[in-house]
């Protein structure tokens, strides 16, 4: 049951975010209408998750740690001695008690100097 919360949960944010990306397009009325529609979404959903003892770690402009539970898509187009940073989560990190429940995606970038 658990396991089936985060992939619904996922794909709520997942949802979530694509929202946030479409409301940068549309106009400040609309924007101010929506966000707040969404920021109760996101709210709900959190705590839903918190309920279920479950959380969304988010490490987006994060320093990229190898040992980090994401997997990276873009990792094979950077060098190894490369500073990296986390530009974007695909999915996030899904918590419970016991530990890492789901790890996360993410896109990474060069870190700016």
């Known amino acids: 049951m658990e396991t089936t919360l985060a992939s619904l949960a996922i794909e709520s944010w997942r949802l979530s975010k694509s929202f946030e990306r479409l409301l940068i397009k549309s106009d400040p009325m609309e924007q101010r209408k929506y966000k707040s529609k969404l920021s109760w979404f996101n709210k709900k959903l ?6 279920a003892n479950l959380k969304f770690i988010n490490l987006e402009n994060q320093k990229y740690d190898a040992g980090a539970a994401v ?4 990792l094979d187009d950077f060098q190894p001695h490369d500073d990296l940073e ?3 989560m695909i999915e996030p990190i899904v918590m419970s008690n016991e530990g890492v429940l ?12």
Do not use: M, P, Y
């Open 46 to 51: 959190n705590e839903t998750l918190e309920e």
């Open 102 to 113: 789901r790890a996360g995606t993410v896109v990474l970038r060069k870190r700016s100097v």
């Open 71 to 74: 997997t990276a898509i873009n």
């Open 86 to 88: 986390i530009d974007q």
